[in-house]
């Protein structure tokens, strides 16, 4: 979470710990949205709304069902890339690629609303991370990199005209810009006018310790002249860069980005903008005239802050009350109706077959397992398991899940319930190991309290205990690791080694996240 050492009438970075990857950001009056990017995991496309551009909540997603069958399983790394927001004529629009089908647009009058069902503007591999442009004189715009793995094609931005209302795209584009001298792994363009000038904020260099570069121009076409606006510097910030900017009314800016944070995933950053008499902006601080600026760690809070807002992070605990998981659950594809079953003041995770990974059985590719972000370097996440198996083979659990994974589980074999410990880690050719630990034997008619404690640097400790405060914990510890394009994460599961038409559940009554 954001830190609270910050001084009075300060904020420090980042002000969102947690992966909230490839932000953009509006203003609509008072209120500030942010989109992200939410990869293969479902709800899809997460909305967050703030006052002071430090304290954000989590109100929405875009969508949640996609009219795309493969996303039913699981497609590490595939799914929403990179999105953009904008306000235009009365409408929320956000426009999305996923790799391998195209580019999308939804639209809503209001973003704690419904959506409409994401409409394909463009069917094409390789074209990743949209943003549109409504101009002055009525004709839209979109602006678009490439992800080389689908199209053959990377460091380039193109322009196609856009029919106003974002369905179709009106040419066969136009090259506007080719990074590959100057700004290699060119991406995810934010396009803006301002000043009598089109701009183009647009992350190159790579994720782990890439720069933010600025591209301006008299006319869409060209010609395009760029500046680097923010780079690491001497901080400890890598790769500060890929986001958007807002002006708030007093013309005070301020620009959003992430930096990779390794398992934790891609944490939001807040940084102070300003003009520059020559017309280029200025990003962070500045050390010496001659270089771009560097992140800030700390800063006076935005002008819109004055009022006190109160601390708000993005949620973390559920007391799964309604019987369904809070907005801050994800689930690894598209859900299924059987996937959760009717409770009031609990959530019942029904019991679904494990997929198999190169032959064997595995976790990695389970659907339905129930998750959501690290909120923090260090945290604990403890929650009560109460079994309802129905067959042997059935399991439930915690678990902690990347391209390394480990779970504490309690599973009904020949009648009994056994506590074990899962792991899993995929090698760099892409063989998945697995570990099996018997931990316990648990009767099934009883309560099991399950936590978890994350150290810094992602080292984990699982615990196990009957009243949810004398622990007995579990050895071996296992250290986290970062998913597909994604941190690490967090959550519960229910899983079973064959199909069933009368599937058993595990049956949730809290989830508390301390940290």
Known sequence: MANHAARPGYYQNPVIHADYSDPDIVRVGDDFYLVASSFNHFPALPVLHSKDLVNWSLINHVFSTFNLPVYDSVQPGKG??????????????????????????????????????????????????????????????????????????????????????????????????????????????????????????????????????????????G????????????????????????????????????????????????????????????????????????????????????????????????????????????????????????????????????????????????????LQKFPARKFSATTCLQADFHHPGEMSGLIIYGERYAALALSQHEGQGKIELIAAWMSDTGVLHQQQHDIAVWPLNCPLWLRVEVKAGGLCTFQYGENGCDWQPVTPCFAAGKGKWVGAKLGLFAAADQPSKWAGAGVYTQFTVES
């Open 80 to 221: 929403v890339w990179a999105p953009s927001i904008r306000y235009h004529d009365g409408k929320f629009w956000v426009f999305f690629s996923t790799p391998d089908e195209g580019i999308f647009m939804s639209c809503a009058s209001d973003p704690r609303g419904s959506w409409s069902a994401p409409h394909c503007v463009k069917q094409a591999k390789g074209w990743i991370d949209p943003c549109p442009l409504w101009d002055d004189d009525g004709r839209a715009w979109l602006v678009h990199a490439f992800a080389h793995s689908r199209s053959g094609r990377k460091h380039q931005l193109q322009l196609l005209e856009m029919s106003p209302d974002g369905r179709s795209l009106l040419d066969e584009g136009l090259i506007i810009y080719d990074g590959t001298l100057d700004n290699p792994t060119l991406e995810g363009p934010k396009l803006y006018k301002k000043h009598g000038w089109y701009y183009i904020f647009a992350p190159a260099g790579g994720v782990e310790t890439g720069w933010q570069t600025v591209l301006r121009a008299r006319a869409l076409q």
């Open 223 to 370: 010609p395009w002249e760029t500046r680097v606006v923010l780079q690491q510097g001497e901080t400890r910030v890598n790769g500060p860069h890929q986001g958007g900017f807002v002006e708030l009314a007093n013309a005070e800016c301020w620009f959003m980005h992430f930096q990779d944070a390794d398992l934790y995933g891609r944490l939001v950053h807040l940084q102070p903008m300003s003009w520059q008499a020559d017309g280029w902006p200025l990003i962070g601080e500045q050390r010496s005239p001659d270089e771009p600026g560097q992140p800030v760690s700390e800063h006076l809070m935005p002008s819109v802050a004055q009022q006190p807002q109160g601390f708000r992070q993005p949620q973390t605990s559920d007391d799964f009350a309604s019987g369904h998981p809070g907005k801050q659950w994800q689930w690894q594809a598209q859900p299924q109706p059987n996937w959760l079953e009717p409770a009031t003041n609990a959530l019942r995770l029904s019991c679904q077959p494990v997929p198999e990974y190169n032959g064997e059985q595995a976790l990695y590719l389970q659907p339905n397992l129930l």
